[in-house]
């Protein structure tokens, strides 16, 4: 089945600093990528996401690339602020169920 | 529009007893799919359900099973509680289900414990 590895585990950046997150996945024919933000207490929360067809798609401050040919995408996060401080989550779909990776916890000092 | 809503918020168990979670989607979604968040085994999925149909079925013992209503609220039963079942239980909407390009949107989860 599908297989979802991420990197880093957890990730230190000072306030205005950049953030990127890496996701590798197994089964070619995943075709949906999205990424959650998940706080404490709270439950996952859709951030951004991106179609196979789609090389890189940017909301605001973040970002997602895709490259289908490596099967990896990536978060990006422009210009850190405390509140980016959370656990996120890349996942790929397959037979209509979301895998997800392991996580990462990004901590933002100000 | 009212997000997902999940309930009880926190529960607490005895091994061997039975429990039920509660989801409420977000109004016009009819899918709603069960996930188990734990500390060793990350975010794993449980099922799907779609229109009152389990859709899609996760690596789960046949203790865990669910249900969903013509109003698209879903439950999930565990039954025969066991240490390890203590997690956080989260359910995510989505207006057609997990098939490509479908956004699922989660509720705030319910927090096990099993004592």
């Known amino acids: 089945g599908e297989n979802v590895e991420q990197h880093p585990s957890t990730l230190s950046v000072q306030e205005g600093d950049s953030a990127v997150i890496k996701c590798t996945y197994s089964?070619?024919?995943?075709?949906?990528f999205p990424w959650y933000k998940q706080e404490l207490g709270k439950g996952p929360q859709l951030i951004i996401d991106i179609r196979s067809n789609v090389g890189e798609k940017k909301d605001q401050r973040i970002a997602v690339t895709l490259n289908k040919t490596a099967k990896h995408f990536s978060l990006h996060i422009t210009e850190t602020q405390p509140e980016d401080s959370a656990v996120y989550f890349c996942?790929?779909?397959?037979?209509?169920?979301?895998?997800f990776g392991t996580g990462t916890r990004l901590l933002v000092s100000p | 529009k009212a997000g997902v809503t999940q309930t009880p918020r926190y529960l607490i168990k005895t091994r061997g007893q039975q429990v039920t979670l509660s989801c409420s989607p977000i109004s016009g979604h009819r899918s709603v799919s069960w996930y188990q968040q734990t500390p060793g085994q990350g975010l794993q999925f449980l099922f799907e359900?779609?229109?009152?149909?389990?859709?899609n079925k996760g690596n789960f013992p046949g203790r865990f099973s669910g249900r969903q209503f013509s109003n698209s609220r879903s439950e999930m039963n565990v039954s025969t509680l066991e240490l390890g079942d203590s997690a956080l239980y989260l359910c995510?909407?989505?207006?057609?289900?997990?098939?490509?390009?479908?956004?699922?949107?989660f509720g705030p989860g319910t927090r096990l414990t099993v004592l």
């Open positions: 995510a909407s989505g207006d057609q289900g997990q098939g490509a390009n479908n956004e699922q949107f």
């Open positions: 089964d070619s024919a995943s075709n949906y």
């Open positions: 996942a790929a779909i397959r037979f209509q169920k979301l895998v």
């Open positions: 359900y779609f229109s009152e149909t389990q859709r």
